[in-house]
């Protein structure tokens, strides 16, 4: 059974930064490529950052480039995402969720499978 477990979110000023964590289980983790995608209300859901499977190349949103950096620790099964310098349009959950397809490239949804439940993140003004 595959699990995908986000945790990090809260409540921040503008400017603060956060780390999100994912620990996967059920899954030959260092195999997949994994990607970080985030959902604010009554928005649809947007890919933020993603990971190849060895470390190498990210890839960012404009949105968010320069400001967070996506990473991984294959011995602990774990991808991460460092937020910083956090605005309130920043303020989504945030899912991580593993590349199945990589026809479709690391930024579409499309290409992934498996998902985590979601952590809040919510930045104030």
């Known amino acids: 059974q595959v699990q995908l477990v986000e945790s990090g979110g809260g409540l921040v000023q503008a400017g603060a930064s956060l780390r999100l964590s994912c620990a996967a289980s059920g899954i030959i983790f260092r195999t997949y490529a994994m990607g970080w995608f985030r959902q604010a209300p009554g928005k649809e859901r947007e890919f933020v950052a993603a990971?190849?499977?060895?470390?190498?190349?990210?890839v960012y949103a404009d949105s968010v480039k320069g400001r967070f950096t996506i990473s991984r620790d294959n011995t602990k099964n774990t991808v991460f995402l460092q937020m910083s310098t956090l605005k309130p349009e920043d303020t989504a959950v945030y899912y991580c969720?593993?590349?199945?397809?990589?026809?479709?490239?690391?930024?579409?949804?499309?290409?992934?499978?498996?998902w985590g439940q979601g952590t809040q993140v919510t930045v104030s003004s």
């Open positions: 990971i190849t499977w060895y470390g190498a190349n990210p």
């Open positions: 969720t593993t590349s199945l397809d990589s026809r479709y490239g690391l930024q579409s949804a499309a290409g992934y499978g498996y």
